[in-house]
């Protein structure tokens, strides 16, 4: 209750009306505000809440960090030998390549922030320079705008799906395929 009456008196800081936000009683909202005020470290949301409910008090409240445009949303692949982060399956979904690289570059510091090593693969439908199409060359173009942004980033892209945590997988799919397909 305390971090909804601070936000509701202290209106400059996140531009709220004269009266408490609506919906100020759900937890994530309560939550979104413990966190804009420091009280807590993170927010773990979704299981119970749509991906809307779970993003829409950080818009209102907490917005982008001051070096990025976009908000993104990532989320954790627990394999047995590894923890694989996924950047972006719920918030933007067709970003063009500009926001793709931002998304990418987001999620690199997201997976730092949890003490994973970043390497990024920007995924397409094509290997290399096997296949073509807008898709195909926005992810491309993303990738090169990351590895612009990000030189100390191990960035690669675009390998496909199916190739994107198998390096002998991507070596044999990009030889294997004829170019221009």
């Known amino acids: 209750m305390l971090a909804i009456l ?6 400059a800081a996140v531009n709220l009306t004269s009266s408490p936000p609506k919906g100020s009683y759900d937890n994530v909202v309560l939550g979104t505000m413990m966190l804009q005020l420091d009280e807590v ?15 829409r008090p950080a818009f209102q409240l907490i917005k982008t960090a001051p070096q990025y445009n976009q908000v ?7 394999l047995p030998e590894q923890v694989v982060v996924y950047g972006d399956c719920a918030v933007n979904p067709d970003p ?9 570059l987001q ?12 390497r990024v693969a920007m995924i ?12 195909v060359e ?18 690669d892209g675009p390998p496909s799906v199916r190739c994107s945590g198998h390096r002998e ?13």
């Open 72 to 78: 993104s949303s990532i989320f954790f692949m627990l």
């Open 6 to 11: 601070t936000l509701w008196w202290s209106d």
């Open 96 to 104: 063009d390549a500009e926001t793709l690289a931002e998304i990418a």
């Open 138 to 155: 926005k992810v491309r173009e993303a990738t090169r705008i990351a590895k612009q942004r990000a030189p100390h980033l191990a960035i």
């Open 107 to 118: 999620s690199a510091r997201s997976a730092e922030a949890f003490g994973i090593e970043p």
């Open 41 to 55: 470290d993170g927010l773990v949301s979704g299981a119970v809440h749509t991906t809307a409910n779970t993003v």
């Open 124 to 135: 397409s439908y094509s290997t290399g320079d096997s296949g073509t199409g807008v898709d």
């Open 169 to 181: 997988c991507r070596q044999a799919e990009s030889t294997r395929l004829p170019r221009g397909r």
